[in-house]
């Protein structure tokens, strides 16, 4: 068995096993083959599936960022082991109540964008990554590409909402403190021009899609970008996400109708700025 990870955060896993066993097990995903036993008994028995079931420190897109590739044997080459891997993504749950935002976003849009809007996404990323893994399996690689918008979207909306939840928090508004306001006023001037422009180019996606401040890790500098429908920040620009803002109409017209200028004013009053923080100062490491 190996796993591969973006970062190394500890995990609560389920490992179920094809001898019918199940098992909690904490460890971070960097795992050497070597280094674990999966059964209670001792044995290195065939692994079924394996999902996290609880995160032991706060992090976005839970299983998204991780991909664990689990086989029914130490020896399986890496396709033949993602062919076999049945992992789902799950929705996160909000670290705060659908009413919590009001009044600056109200409960019904809270409810309908994370429980509905939200949810579909997942779903169709675990019916996507099922079909995909088929066509790895089968060696189909035309059925490969034509399933790569379907992962764009669905993986991106799962991505960007998940970190759009932590964005916020009934306790947020204000500015931030520290590294992050410095390295703000250092790339845009000061905490108001950031504001003003970051508001701009949030009013300015055309249809549907979202807002960004992003690190730029080679540069190391922050900036401000948009992105279309459900890309990822990440994946379609190699900038880190650090605050997105998402400007669906589903995530505003309920309460805002069509003013959505009127939503960016608003929502300033609840961005979660330790959240920020703490994602600039993971990046920057
Ligand atoms: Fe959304």
């Not at 379907?150 to 932590?166: D, P, Q, R, V």
Request: contains cysteine.
């Amino acid at each position: 068995m190996a796993f591969e990870a973006q970062r190394d955060i500890p995990s609560v896993w389920t490992v179920h096993c094809t001898n019918g066993t199940e098992h909690q097990k904490n460890f971070f995903l960097f795992v050497k083959p070597d280094d674990y036993t999966i059964c209670s008994n001792g044995s290195f028995c065939s692994l079924e599936t394996i999902s996290r079931s609880e995160r032991l420190s706060g992090e976005e897109g839970g299983s998204m960022l991780c991909r664990a590739v689990c086989s029914a044997g130490r020896r399986l080459t890496p396709a033949a082991s993602v062919a076999g891997c049945r992992h789902k993504h799950s929705l996160p749950d909000l670290p705060y109540d659908y009413g919590a935002l009001e009044p600056h976003i109200n409960a019904q849009i809270m409810l309908l964008h994370h429980s509905k809007h939200h949810a579909t996404y997942v779903n169709n990323l675990n019916v996507t990554e099922e079909k995909y893994r088929e066509a790895l399996a089968k060696g189909d690689v035309t059925t490969q590409i034509a399933l790569q918008p379907a992962l764009k979207f669905n993986g991106g909306g799962h991505i960007n909402h998940s970190i759009f939840w932590t964005n916020l928090s009934p306790n947020g508004g204000g500015e931030p403190k520290g590294e992050l306001l410095e390295a703000i006023k250092r790339d845009f001037g000061s905490f108001e021009k950031f504001k003003e422009k970051l508001t701009a180019v949030s009013v300015g996606v055309q249809g549907s899609g979202w807002a960004w401040l992003g690190f730029n890790k080679e540069q190391g500098r922050l900036q401000i970008a948009a992105c279309a429908n459900q890309d990822p920040l990440q994946g379609t620009t190699g900038l880190i996400p650090l605050l997105g803002i998402d400007v669906w109409e589903h995530a505003y017209y309920l309460q805002y109708k069509n003013v959505r200028p009127d939503y960016l004013k608003a929502i300033w009053n609840v961005i979660n700025w330790e959240n920020v923080t703490e994602r600039y100062t993971t990046c920057k490491k």
